[in-house]
């Protein structure tokens, strides 16, 4: 009614492909016909380059001097790994397909194509937008942000279902938090066979740890002054969960 945020609630896929780089830990790396797994042995620049730190006598190394440069000759694969424990906890899956350089001892790769898969589907992301694109400000607090709210906060996250649609709650058996961002909290709703999200935005993106608390506020006093869901009212009362 007029107050429609002039901002975009959900990040956009270069924003969160970088958020997906940014926030990884590990990585698997598939290239002649091999496939490994990396854990914390890459860096990422400001221009979503990713450099690899591996051992001297690395395959890779080799595969790196001898491939054809400018020819994709190794996949590298990023999993978005919910911090909360709750269904299906992969978030997304980014692709990046290039080719890798020797630099200053380690691996320099050069992204030729950058996919990224999320529930509603799979997208290539332009690589001018990729590098351009800067992760979500909240990206490499996420975790920490959701596990605290999930083990030390269960009533503010059942007080946020307020907010929700009676519908979207029906035959729930548990409520988490799957993820946050600058733009919005997303609560995971699993049935006893299967879930959804719902999204609940900011009314202002968070810049960082000190406005999402505000946003946070702002929310839980929304869902305060909120109905109690009749759904979530049965849950209780039947004692699921």
């Known amino acids: 009614m007029g107050d429609s945020p002039s901002w975009t609630a959900v990040p956009g896929a270069a924003e969160r492909a970088r958020s997906v780089l940014a926030a990884s830990w590990s990585c698997a790396v598939t290239a002649d016909g091999g496939r490994e797994e990396f854990v914390g042995a890459h860096t990422v620049d400001e221009d979503g380059r990713v450099i690899l730190h591996v051992p001297e006598d690395s395959s890779l190394?080799?595969?790196?001097?001898?491939?054809?440069?400018?020819?994709?000759?190794?996949?590298?694969?990023?999993?978005?790994?919910?911090?909360?424990?709750?269904?299906?906890?992969?978030r997304a899956r980014l692709w990046l397909a290039g080719w890798f350089t020797p630099e200053d001892g380690h691996l320099a790769f050069h992204a030729t194509r950058v996919v990224l898969k999320q529930p509603t589907g799979a997208v290539v992301v332009s690589l001018d937008e990729f590098a351009d694109a800067a992760p979500d400000p909240l990206a490499t607090a996420e975790a920490q942000l959701l596990t605290h709210l999930a083990d030390s906060h269960p009533d503010a996250v059942e007080?946020?279902?307020?907010?929700?649609?009676?519908?979207?709650?029906?035959?729930?058996?548990?409520?988490?938090?799957?993820?946050?961002?600058?733009?919005?909290?997303?609560?995971?709703?699993?049935?006893?066979r299967a879930h959804g999200d719902v999204r609940l935005p900011f009314h202002a993106p968070a810049d960082d740890v000190g406005q999402l608390t505000e946003r946070m506020h702002v929310l839980l006093t929304q869902a305060s002054a909120a109905a109690c869901p009749r759904a979530l009212q049965r849950h209780r009362t039947d004692g699921d969960g």
Do not use: K, M, W
């Open 61 to 90: 190394l080799t595969a790196a001097i001898c491939a054809p440069r400018g020819e994709p000759s190794a996949v590298l694969e990023f999993a978005d790994v919910a911090p909360v424990p709750v269904r299906n906890r992969i």
């Open 159 to 192: 007080r946020l279902t307020r907010l929700v649609q009676r519908d979207s709650l029906h035959g729930a058996v548990r409520v988490q938090p799957l993820a946050v961002d600058r733009h919005g909290l997303t609560l995971r709703i699993e049935r006893a």
